[in-house]
């Protein structure tokens, strides 16, 4: 009987430490995994960003060429120059996406870029003034969007 218990004693002790190890080694692993999560947003999210200052830059040159000469090579560059930021901004807008579950960040991502696409119709200064203000405004909402979601 002395045996028996003892089997079971050890028995039991094993498999209470084995359930304690595993449920040590999921939070462990929770915890790994919200940390990479994390990190893969704020990079994908400060990536959008940065490419979206850069797009919004680039809307500035088509208008001021646009202004001296529109068939002008300097006009042609600089439209080239506009589409090719889009382009990067807007395959930073699908990382966005990709590594965010809440739809809140993406769309705020979204209508960043809308706005700063909208630069290029300006048709006088003070329109390409407004337009990027737009831009900023909605850039800055779409930062502290995704600031609230990485923090929580």
Not at 125 to 151: C, T, W
Request: proline share 3%.
């Amino acid at each position: 009987m002395t045996s028996l218990v003892a089997v079971a004693g050890t028995l039991l002790g094993s498999f209470l430490t084995f359930l304690f190890q595993r449920k040590t080694a999921d939070r462990a692993e929770a915890f790994t995994w919200r940390r990479l999560t994390r990190e893969e947003r704020l990079t994908a999210y400060s990536s959008f960003a940065e490419a979206v200052v850069a797009y919004r830059r680039a809307q500035y040159d088509p208008f001021h060429r646009g202004i001296e000469d529109r068939d002008s090579p300097a006009f042609v560059d600089a439209k080239t120059e506009s589409y090719h930021r889009r382009m990067i901004a807007q395959q930073a807008l699908f990382r966005v996406q990709l590594v965010t579950e809440d739809p809140g960040p993406v769309q705020l991502a979204e209508r960043a870029l809308e706005a700063t696409r909208l630069i290029a119709e300006a048709t006088d200064r003070p329109s390409l003034e407004d337009g990027v203000e737009r831009a900023k405004q909605a850039l800055n909402d779409f930062v502290l969007g995704a600031g609230e979601y990485i923090r929580t």
